[in-house]
């Protein structure tokens, strides 16, 4: 037995009396690095208590040791929730909120010969690191991608870049970011094309959505359900004002207007659209404005389709059947549905009705200046690109009968001469001027007049 003993112990001091090596760099390209890189997202995702799957970037410092490996992992958030039903495979960034991410160091222990992996520690941080991840992105600097296109596809990159940097983009692999690069183009004709028809003063170009072709665009920021179902738009007829409207009025001088939203990738402008309406009108009544929740609707009205859609008639209804609304605050806005957690001891704010405004915009104006902002929908045509001056497209281009977006009139005036409409959209201050939109006013300009509904606040 001694002797067995002896040489166990011998074997011990044979394996630690190897030479120590020292850590050393290791090529990015090394199968291994794919390897030890999955099996470290696989555990942070196991271990976090975020409640989405993160999804890997970048890979960088990568050094090695015998069998350990060390090196940095950037993660970014996707929009799959973290319940297991989803594949890591099918899940894509969160393009609202890049910078929503993690770096973290890693030390895996990674012994092929014995088929053996182990994450032996890790560290993260929530940093601010998309802007690096944007500099030191070697795809859009490639030879091969510069040197032999012509100087209108150089320009087009040029652009690219300052719209990757701008917007904070981020790409999960260069094939994506050309095949991004291509739909960019794409669409820098497509607003031209816009901006040479354009009746009005608008400027069109490049927007945060640049990246985006139509189709995505439309599923994930447009309103399907308004489209086909204008014929259920049956509502009381408000009361109009007898008297002219001023020459020019905008609620945002007045305090009856929060700030702009961001409704996400989310079809939920018809949930923005009514609460900034409701917002006002209980500015108007009580007296204070007091920033209300989307979200509330999002998760508690059964009839509108939540990120798929709805019509302001069904919301305002929804919220007279809940009882009120609570605040943004209490019930914050998630840009996905989840279970209705809605709390009748926090309301905020009630309405007691909700009408259908005139379809004359001579009266929708006097009825916006007398009584508040007005919940309104209409046909996006032009807004994908949109960036400032006052919007007219064709009326052939911008069909007042495919109304897709819902969205907030606040108040109208004129522009050197152009009668505009000014609307408060739910795309962040980040599109438009500052999140508005003008629209040319008095020719029913992409169906503006045809859904202008307010709730009412006794
Ligand atoms: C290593 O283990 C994994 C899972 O346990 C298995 O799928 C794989 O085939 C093994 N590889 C080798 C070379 O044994
Ligand atoms: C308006 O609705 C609120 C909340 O439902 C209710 O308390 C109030 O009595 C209603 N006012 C009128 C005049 O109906």
């Not at 890997?56 to 319940?83: A, E, S």
């Not at 209804?317 to 605050?329: D, P, Q, R, S, Y």
């Amino acid at each position: 037995m001694v002797g067995l003993c002896f040489v166990f112990v011998s074997a011990f001091g044979l394996v630690s009396g190897f030479p120590p090596e020292h850590w050393r760099e290791v090529s990015l390209e090394e199968p291994e690095v794919k390897i030890v890189a999955k099996i470290a997202v696989q555990e942070y995702n196991r271990l976090s208590d975020q409640d989405v799957i993160y999804l890997q970037l970048r890979v960088t410092d990568v050094r090695k040791q015998l069998v350990k490996y060390d090196f940095n992992i950037i993660m970014g958030r996707t929009m799959c929730k973290k319940d297991g039903k989803e594949s890591l495979n099918n899940c894509q960034l969160h393009v609202e909120a890049p910078e929503k991410g993690v770096k973290c160091n890693f030390l895996v222990l990674l012994v092929p010969w014995q088929n053996e992996t182990k994450v032996l520690h890790y560290l993260c941080s929530q940093e601010d690191f998309i802007k690096d991840i944007v500099d030191t992105s070697s795809f859009l600097n490639k030879d091969k991608l510069t040197s032999k296109t012509e100087d209108g596809m150089r320009e087009t990159i040029s652009l690219f870049k300052e719209f990757v940097t701008t917007y904070n983009k981020i790409y999960p692999n260069d094939e994506e970011a050309l095949r991004r690069l291509h739909i960019f183009s794409e669409n820098l004709k497509k607003a031209k094309e816009i901006q040479d028809k354009d009746l009005g003063t608008a400027e069109y170009g490049v927007t945060k959505f640049s990246d985006l072709t139509e189709e995505e665009f439309r599923t994930l920021y447009l309103n399907p359900l308004l489209s086909s179902s204008q014929k259920r738009w049956i509502m009381k007829k408000a009361v109009a004002p007898k008297d002219f409207p001023p020459t020019q009025w905008d609620w945002r001088d007045h305090g009856a207007v929060t700030e702009v939203k961001n409704q996400g990738m989310c079809g939920s402008c018809w949930a923005f659209s009514v609460i900034g309406n409701i917002e006002g009108q209980w500015f108007l009544k009580k007296g204070t404005l007091v920033s209300l929740s989307e979200q509330e609707l999002v998760d508690c009205d059964a009839v509108d389709h939540a990120c798929g859609g709805g019509l302001p008639s069904s919301a305002y209804e929804a919220i007279e059947k809940l009882g009120g609304v609570e605040t943004e605050h209490d019930y914050s806005y998630q840009g996905q549905k989840q279970d209705c957690s809605f709390s009748a001891s926090k309301i905020s704010a009630y309405i007691n009705k909700s009408v259908e405004i005139s379809k004359d915009e001579e009266k929708i104006a006097a009825w916006l200046a007398q009584n508040g902002p007005i919940s309104i929908a209409l046909n996006a045509f032009a807004m994908q690109f949109y960036r400032k001056g006052v919007s007219h497209p064709l009326r052939i281009l911008c069909s007042p009968w495919f109304i897709d977006h819902a969205v907030l009139l606040v108040g109208y005036g004129d522009r050197n001469g152009m009668p505009f409409w000014a609307i408060k959209n739910s795309w962040g201050k980040d599109w438009g001027e500052q999140g508005y939109y003008y629209l040319y006013r008095g020719s029913g300009a992409c169906g503006v007049n045809q859904m202008c509904s307010s709730a009412v606040v006794n």
